[in-house]
């Protein structure tokens, strides 16, 4: 392993690992309703799944994180789509959401704050927080997308679900962050 790849993966298990002392943002859903980190911390975990209305990786991903909800809901998980393209509305997203039957909230995040709070850069991507807003893992649903172009018809690594699981019996996430295969959120670097 080459010395740049060694401090990269370094320097990004200590920013996941660092506590979130400034976590905080006040968005709003796409029917109007204001959340916070205060929100957060009244859960177990909170998922966040930053997604857009036109990328087709992520749109595959509403059957699973449906299916993710329903399993992790009633243990203390507090789900949410985030929307990090300035150019989605209330509108689009509730369509989306409909067309999809997404069960959870979306939140419009036009400024890309959550997105920068959390390091995400692609959709989809999940980020596994804890109460206090720490990032617990960072990256892909599963290994459905294996690489640009290479596509598995069933996945064999279920890594937000394994991630979940581990979180909530008090450990650390193994693989912390994993690579995501998707879209670009715009604006964010």
Do not use: W
Request: hydrophobic share 40%.
């Amino acid at each position: 392993m080459s010395t740049k790849v060694s401090l990269a993966i370094f320097c990004a298990l200590a920013s996941l690992q660092a506590a979130a002392p400034h976590f905080d943002f006040s968005l709003s859903d796409a029917t109007g309703k204001t959340y916070t980190a205060a929100d957060l911390r009244q859960q177990k975990a909170t998922v966040l799944l930053f997604v857009a209305t036109d990328c087709p990786n992520s749109n595959t991903y509403a059957p699973a994180m449906a299916r993710l909800y329903r399993d992790y809901e009633t243990r203390g998980v507090l789900f949410f789509n985030v929307y990090s393209d300035p150019d989605e509305t209330g509108a689009s997203v509730r369509q989306h959401d409909i067309e999809y039957q997404v069960p959870f909230p979306a939140l419009l995040d036009p400024h890309q704050a959550l997105a920068r709070l959390t390091g995400a850069r692609s959709t989809p991507e999940a980020v596994i927080l804890s109460p206090t807003g720490q990032t617990l893992y960072r990256g892909r649903v599963d290994d459905r997308f294996a690489d640009i172009g290479k596509t598995r018809f069933n996945p064999s690594k279920d890594d937000l679900r394994e991630a979940l699981e581990t979180v909530l019996e008090g450990k650390s996430v193994a693989v912390p962050v994993t690579r995501v295969i998707g879209c670009a959120i715009p604006g964010v670097n």
